[in-house]
């Protein structure tokens, strides 16, 4: 049967301890023990179902992180309390003093200050590439590379990983493939098509209400135990643990998620086919013009599109500014980074979620000055979004 992601959180079933509808939220940060004996056991990672302590896990942390799994159907996951909460340990889980990493150039700007100013101090190395071009990702590969990372859509220039061919690549040297899906939740599912890790900032569509930071790595049983050690593990020792009261609430979300993506999808579709026939330099993997919208395509659940995240070229800074001040006071969003919430959201990311890339590599990955980035909302109406976001790019100058 065809991998239906959205099927696989829908058919979970759990209650809460009186019959709730909902499972009841562990109010808890530890847990007792019948007898001291199974209290050891559980300190050296031997007992199953047995809580100790919530920076481990919590019931509540266990039943979204089954749902994530279910989602990206891997083996299980491990919820977070942030994306980057995520990230970093699985980073520094699979890599150490020595190790290389072979990694996307354009990728989130929090994970590229990670990799390119401060895992250097723990002697950790990585070389970013273009990663559509599968020779000189090959080709940056050293004896000591652990890893290849990238993003499924890439942030903020929508470029897409071809992570059928890179989980080859990485299978052949004998690498770590770890993707960052948070851009295409359902669209796309990293480990069906090989990847070994699949990490998710939930602070984005996955949650989808901009009220909660949340994050989740997906992976096997023995790659998340490892994480989850007491002794060794790179999420418990590092501690971005997420609280029970927010993975109850982000559980609850996720349960119109397929619907949400629908709607991110088709009104993103709409806004940038408009777009781009108006003359606008837009990027979208659902548009023909897009260089990876064939790659995109191969790897798709089509039902959920090509996701709610378009780019603009509004020509300067000033007029990407002056057009997103506008948009904000016709309420056809805000100006905010972050995305995946219910109403639009426009930032440049030149001056802020990629302004910790230096300028010249900025220009180098084609990231322009007058670049917007859109997460487009659920609205009802597009076309009359549409009509007044046209109005407003006439009257800046943009067209
Ligand atoms: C936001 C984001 C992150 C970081 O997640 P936080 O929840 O902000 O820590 C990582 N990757 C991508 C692609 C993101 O958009």
């Avoid at 159907?73 to 994306?83: C, F, I, L, P, Q």
């Avoid at 559509?132 to 890893?147: S, W």
């Avoid at 659940?301 to 709610?308: A, C, F, V």
């Avoid at 440049?348 to 084609?366: K, L, Y």
């Amino acid at each position: 049967m065809k991998f239906k992601p959205a099927n696989n959180i829908q058919d979970l079933q759990y209650f809460g301890e009186f019959g709730g509808v909902n499972p009841s939220i562990s109010d808890s940060s530890t847990y007792t023990f019948l007898s001291a004996k199974t209290m050891f056991d559980t300190f050296e990672g031997n007992t199953d179902g047995c809580y100790l302590y919530s920076r481990h896990s919590s019931p509540s942390n266990l039943y979204l992180g089954e749902a994530l799994a279910a989602m990206e159907g891997t083996e299980t996951a491990n919820v977070a309390g942030s994306g980057m909460g995520a990230i970093t340990p699985t980073i520094l889980q699979i890599c150490g003093n020595g190790d290389h990493i072979v990694s996307s150039r354009t990728i989130y700007g929090g994970t590229y200050a990670f990799l390119k100013n401060f895992t250097p101090r723990m002697g950790i190395e990585t070389s970013f590439v273009d990663i559509t071009k599968l020779d000189v990702v090959e080709a940056a590969i050293t004896d000591n590379t652990k890893m290849i990372y990238c993003e499924s859509v890439s942030n903020p220039l929508l470029e897409v990983a071809d992570i059928k061919a890179l989980a080859k690549i990485a299978k052949k040297y004998d690498l770590k493939l770890v993707v960052d899906n948070t851009f295409s939740p359902l669209s796309i599912a990293p480990a069906q098509l090989g990847a070994d890790v699949v990490l998710h900032s939930l602070t984005k569509f996955i949650n989808g209400s901009s009220d909660t930071m949340g994050g989740v790595v997906c992976a096997s049983s023995d790659f998340i135990n490892s994480q989850k050690s007491v002794i060794d593990g790179a999420s418990m020792l590092l501690g971005a643990s997420m609280d029970s009261m927010r993975s109850a609430s982000i559980l609850k979300n996720m349960r119109t998620l397929h619907i949400r993506m629908k709607q991110h999808s088709k009104n993103a579709a709409f806004l940038a086919e408009k777009f781009e026939a108006d003359g606008l330099k837009t990027v979208y993997p659902g548009l023909k013009s897009h260089p990876s919208h064939e790659v995109f395509t191969s790897m798709m659940n089509k039902e959920y599109g090509y996701g709610g995240m378009l780019t603009i070229d509004a020509g300067s800074l000033e007029k990407a500014n002056e057009l997103m001040e506008l948009m904000q006071e016709k309420n056809l969003g805000y100006l905010a980074v972050s995305l995946g919430f219910y109403k639009t959201l426009f930032s440049a990311p030149g001056t802020s979620t990629s302004s910790e890339i230096p300028e010249d590599e900025q220009a180098e990955m084609g990231l322009t000055d007058g670049l917007i980035r859109f997460s487009i909302g659920l609205d009802n109406d597009i076309e009359r979004t549409y009509e007044m976001m046209n109005a407003c790019m006439k009257e800046v100058g943009v067209l």
